[in-house]
């Protein structure tokens, strides 16, 4: 159980093109979010958390008209990248928060990743 | 001081012998506590939480909470090469879930 499906893994572009990621929660509903950037041997990094119904919560330094963000469902979320340019290229991962045990809140699981090339 | 720290290693152990990943958090309100592996190139997958002190077994894995000195750890036993890859020590104090920076496990055989 538990899985999230994240489309496309692999994305090439020419700079200036917009470009939406797509993260699904298959099998279970998830009213959070969240989306992480990874550059090479470097940490993850979350850029913002998104709740369905609700406007996303993005992390200092991240552009919110540039990394659009939309949760409609409780089962799907998207992340636009607006006018992308090479310093975007990344590999973009998505996870989404299952059900809490009990008080305790649940396990983030994780799409595959997008990697994101922009020439 | 960082929220969750863990060594960047590499840590090197041979084949069959147990690996030890340690973990400690700044945050004492934290209740939730997870690890994660992540191979180059991949995302990171769930291995295990753990939400009560003392220790919790899922196979070659166990994880050990104590909340008192602030630390969480993983145990592989019987280490593979295959279990080569960066482990993520992951924090959730309630508001916010906070991945360590991971620690790179190499296996030799």
């Known amino acids: 159980g538990a899985v999230v499906s994240q489309h496309p893994s692999w994305v090439i572009c020419k700079s200036g093109t917009s470009v939406k990621i797509e993260c699904r929660s298959l099998d279970f509903q998830a009213t959070t979010m969240f989306w992480y950037r990874q550059f090479p041997k470097q940490s993850l990094m979350l850029m913002a958390t998104?709740?369905?119904?609700?406007?996303?919560?993005?992390e200092q330094g991240v552009e919110k008209d540039k990394f659009l963000i939309n949760h409609a469902s409780l089962t799907l979320s998207t992340l636009t990248v607006t006018s992308a340019h090479p310093e975007d290229s990344s590999f973009y991962i998505c996870?989404?928060?299952?059900?809490?045990?009990?008080?305790?809140?649940?396990?983030?699981?994780f799409g595959d990743g997008t990697r994101l090339s922009i020439l | 001081q960082k929220e969750v720290e863990q060594n960047s290693g590499p840590l090197s152990v041979p084949e069959g012998a147990i690996a030890s990943l340690n973990c400690t958090y700044s945050?004492?309100?934290?209740?939730?506590f997870f690890w994660y592996r992540q191979y180059s190139g991949k995302s990171p997958e769930l291995i295990m939480f753990?939400?009560?002190?003392g220790d919790k077994e899922d196979g070659r894995f166990t994880a050990q909470l104590n909340k008192a000195s602030q630390y969480v750890s993983l145990l592989i036993r019987d280490s593979q090469p295959s279990d080569s890859a960066t482990y993520l020590c992951?924090?959730?104090?309630?508001?916010?879930?906070?991945f360590g920076p991971g620690t790179r496990l190499s296996v030799l055989p």
């Open positions: 945050d004492r309100g934290s209740q939730s």
């Open positions: 992951a924090v959730n104090n309630g508001q916010n879930f906070v």
């Open positions: 753990i939400y009560s002190n």
């Open positions: 998104s709740n369905e119904g609700s406007k996303a919560t993005y």
């Open positions: 996870s989404a928060r299952s059900q809490n045990e009990g008080r305790y809140l649940g396990p983030q699981h």
